[in-house]
């Protein structure tokens, strides 16, 4: 935390002097107001493609409308200090602020029915309300229709484009490393996972979105008191694919990458003003090329940042010093304990009574029934297509039973959310792995931490006391879980980068993050070398005791699920044929006819 | 009669979405891509059409033959170069690509053939068809007549044909389809061809009714058919000819008896009702997702 306030305030410092030496040179003449004019646009361009790059760099979505929500900005902007009937200089910041709110309304009204849905809709949706914002302005009497708008006050100088600019930015850091950063950049890697890990995504969805189209208004508002004169024609599409083409050039996720386009994209076009007809030609390109050949940016989405840079200049050294790390002290290794038998009246965990689901005709599951105890470790077994996977989905929610109760600890979950079945104690791993895989594993775990932490948007933004109590205690926990795995000295890397049997692993670790009092294990062994097996059966028998939960295993390895459970249940053609101790299980014989064929 | 006027207005043009919306359709059936440069087709349809009638002076079918060729050519290679590389990536890369796409041929035609708009020589003239007082334009008939036999045909094509089957396989999963020999890379161009020949025919159409042609001029028809599809539900081509419909005369209804300026803002309207109420569309189907 040391650390990190000192690189707050040399980035500050750096920023005060920037603005010191800015404001010396207009005062001097030396920039003259042609080029102050191009830095205000710069300034204004920078704000709406880093407001841009959250929705599409972070949260992963495409908006072609971002350029309409400027316009709103800028109008309701424009229409406040034209009426307020106060020294509009006075109130210029709470004008901005009203810029930024009226498009976030707009942005709320698009983003509930667009991004509720899987799928691009918003796309289609943001490209059409550009078009609307465009065509009502131009028919509505209140906003000067096509003439425009005239007579704005010119307000926005320097200072205030430097400070917004500063802030916006300080805010997208912020924001994108706070637990609700970690939220949108989960929902980019797996919208399933981050459910799964109890991130409410359409939430996260809709205000990520939201957030764009403030900062989009407030750059309006400046744009608005820049300009003076509004035409509802620099608010249409065209404007959008502006933005769009900063965004993806900078690369997409990248803040400075985003900046860095920003600036070069606002000076290029002033300095070669004779070959402006082909400007559209060459972004068009500029886009294809981009995504095909260098989709990560010309500057790829490495951050830049002050702090790297000295401590390369002064040491030498590629990468700047690792934070310090409240790290936990070491959890013994034990040797895992034989497990005493679950008491017979050990409290009822789950319980799921005649569930079934139909697709179309067919009928995947029908009536299952399973009890489960606290601590308790079961087997779910079957043939490939038996339904395994599918109790698994209707557990957790992710299919919608088509008959059926699920009870945890005595309370119907059916149709509960999925990130709220998390809440109540169910968390999952996946049969084919999902993990945030661009992401460094110690944020996969971290991001599954989401509801243990309390700090809102504001307080993480603001970097207020409870952030950082709150971050240092998950990050503390989050290497107390990786030390059980193994996996602790990999806490940097990305997900993607880990060998199989460690993502699995780190599957594992996530879903326990959440602290679930019953952990569903979707094929953990699936791929593993015998060697790696054993360590795993090892490691599940740990878990189950130190974490204290109990364990619904999916395996096909028999001897995993032979020498871990402690009941097993066979299912065959959606239909639960078995239930019993691992003895049991082995003698009967519709299990053998399920697995061998014959009667 | 004012209401039978426009309601036959907007079969009219409703043909020309639903004929446009069966390439977004086809494309995002198998892809669930949106294929933004899909309305720029139009457009170069139509261009292709025009050049080969007064610059080239081939008479009004073979213009037409031509700029089913072009078009199919270009809807083929864009997928080539521009999507297809990009299948692994996410989805927003290649949706990144069509709009460069998009931005990419609106351009070229503006360059090529200055951003003005041009007349378009319609050759389907004829008497208009009285029924009962009310005067059918001639161009309406032929139009209505082409989209709905095209559909059958299409129709007849998906379902009973051996590359129709494939491509009604690819669409439902890609990885089994291409494990049972189905050749990917063959059906999917076959869909962008055909999608793109019947955004041809749409634009020759189009042009023929409204004559005016001009680099943009896609933009709009695309937007609106793609919302077609949605409406009549993705994916699934009688939900494309059905939404096309509905939203030619949606729009013209709007047009006759609101405002003409509202009639957008009505369309869109119409999709953001769609995706609240029932997002798989009025005939699709709720997706499962496999996890």
């Known amino acids: 935390m040391r650390k990190k306030l000192q690189s707050y305030g040399l980035n500050i410092l750096a920023l005060a002097l920037l603005y010191g030496l800015m404001s010396f040179l207009i005062g001097q003449g030396a920039i003259n107001k042609y080029y102050l004019g191009i830095l205000l646009s710069a300034g204004i361009a920078i704000i709406m493609a880093v407001s841009l790059n959250l929705t599409i760099g972070l949260l992963g979505e495409l908006a072609l409308g971002h350029a309409g929500f400027m316009g709103v900005g800028a ?454 070398n015998p060697i790696e097996t054993q360590d795993l059966m090892a490691t599940i028998r740990n878990i189950c005791d130190r974490f204290n939960v109990a364990i619904l295993l999916i395996e096909h390895d028999m001897s995993l699920v032979m020498g871990i459970c402690e009941r097993i249940v066979v299912l065959d053609y959606g239909q639960m044929i078995a239930l019993g101790t691992p003895d049991e299980i082995r003698r009967d014989p519709k299990v053998i006819g399920a697995y061998l064929g014959g009667e | 009669m004012k209401f039978l006027q426009q309601l036959i207005n907007g079969l009219q043009v409703g043909s020309i979405y639903a004929l446009i919306a069966l390439g977004y359709t086809m494309v995002y059936g198998v892809l669930q891509l949106i294929n933004f440069a899909h309305g720029d087709i139009i457009m170069v349809g139509a261009y292709t059409a025009m050049v080969a009638m007064t610059m080239l002076g081939i008479p009004f079918w073979a213009a037409t033959l031509a700029a089913i060729a072009v078009c199919a050519a270009l809807g083929v290679t864009i997928d080539r170069i521009a999507y297809k590389p990009l299948r692994a990536m996410p989805r927003i890369n290649s949706l990144i690509t069509a709009i460069g796409v998009s931005l990419l041929l609106q351009n070229a035609a503006q360059l090529i053939f200055s951003p003005n708009p041009q007349t378009f020589p319609s050759e389907l003239k004829g008497a208009p068809i009285s029924i009962g007082g009310l005067d059918i334009g001639f161009i309406t008939v032929v139009i209505i007549f082409v989209a709905v036999l095209l559909m059958l045909l299409l129709q007849a094509f998906v379902h009973k044909t051996r590359m129709g089957k494939a491509m009604r396989a690819v669409s439902e999963d890609m990885g089994a389809a291409q494990l049972m020999g189905i050749n990917l890379s063959t059906t999917i161009s076959l869909t962008f061809a055909i999608g793109s020949a019947l955004a041809a025919i749409g634009a020759v159409l189009y042009c023929s009714a409204y004559s005016r042609i001009a680099p943009t001029m896609g933009a709009l028809p695309g937007l609106k058919a793609f919302i077609a599809a949605v409406l009549g539900g993705i994916g699934v081509l009688p939900g494309a000819m059905l939404g096309g419909f509905i939203m030619g005369i949606a729009e013209s209804l709007t047009k006759g008896f609101i405002s003409s300026q509202l009639a957008d803002a009505v369309v869109f309207g119409i999709l953001i009702v769609v995706l609240l109420v029932k997002p798989s569309g009025i005939l699709g189907r709720r997706a499962h997702e496999k996890v």
């Not at chain 1, 430097?162 to 989960?186: K, N, P, Q, W």
């Not at chain 1, 900063?246 to 070669?272: D, K, N, Q």
């Not at chain 1, 000295?310 to 959890?331: I, K």
């Not at chain 1, 779910?380 to 919608?400: D, E």
């Open chain 1, 75 to 528: 109008y309701a902007a424009a229409l406040f200090t034209k009426n307020i009937g106060m020294d509009p200089a006075t109130v210029f910041p709470l004008t901005l602020l009203l810029g930024g709110l009226a498009a976030a309304v707009f942005g709320l009204i698009i983003g509930i029915p667009a991004l509720r849905l899987k799928g691009d809709y918003l796309a289609i949706i943001t490209l059409g309300f550009g078009e609307i914002i465009r065509v009502l302005i131009i028919n509505l009497d209140f906003t000067g229709g096509a003439r425009g708008m005239r007579g704005i006050p010119r307000i926005t100088n320097f200072t205030y484009v430097y400070v917004l600019v500063a802030l916006v930015v300080a805010v997208m850091f912020t924001l994108g490393r706070s637990r609700h950063g970690r939220a949108i950049l989960s929902i980019r890697e797996d919208p399933v996972a981050a459910e799964a890990s109890g991130i409410p995504t359409t939430y996260y969805r809709i205000f990520a979105f939201t957030v764009a189209a403030f900062f989009a208004g407030v750059a309006g508002g400046l744009y608005a008191h820049y300009v003076g004169v509004l035409d509802p024609n620099n608010f249409g599409f065209m404007k959008s694919i502006e933005y769009l083409v900063m965004v993806v050039l900078g690369g997409m996720g990248s803040i400075t990458g985003a900046i860095s386009a920003a600036l070069v994209l606002t000076a290029l076009p002033e300095l070669l003003r004779q070959f402006s007809e082909y400007r559209m030609l060459v972004y068009s390109l500029l886009l294809i090329g981009m995504m095909l050949f260098r989709p990560a940016g010309l500057l790829g989405i490495r951050e830049f940042s002050l702090t790297g840079l000295l401590s390369y200049v002064f040491r030498r050294c590629p990468h700047a010093e690792p934070e310090e790390r409240e790290m936990p002290q070491a959890v013994a290794q034990e040797a895992p304990p034989l497990r005493p038998p679950v008491a017979e009246d050990a409290p009822v965990l789950l319980s799921a009574q005649r569930l079934g689901i139909q697709f179309g005709g067919l009928k995947a599951l029908t009536d299952f029934d399973v009890t489960i105890h606290a601590g308790e470790i079961v087997g779910l077994i079957g043939p490939n297509g038996a339904g395994k996977t599918t109790v698994f989905n209707l557990l957790t929610n992710v299919y919608l039973p088509t008959s059926g109760v699920i009870e945890v600890e005595g309370v119907n979950v059916v149709g509960v959310p999925t990130h709220e079945i998390t809440q109540v104690g169910i968390a999952r791993t996946f049969q084919n792995i999902r993990l945030f895989r661009k992401l460094t594993v110690l944020d996969n775990v971290k991001i599954a931490y989401h509801n243990q932490m309390q700090y809102t948007s504001l307080e993480g933004t603001l970097r207020l006391p409870r952030y950082w109590s709150e971050e240092a205690r998950a990050n503390a926990r989050a290497y107390q879980l990786l030390r059980v795995f193994g996996l602790e000295k990999l806490a940097e890397e990305r997900a993607d980068s880990l060998p199989y049997g460690a993502q699995r692993k780190l599957e594992i670790a996530r879903a326990l993050a959440t602290n679930p009092k019953l952990l569903l294990l979707d094929e953990p062994a699936a791929g593993m």
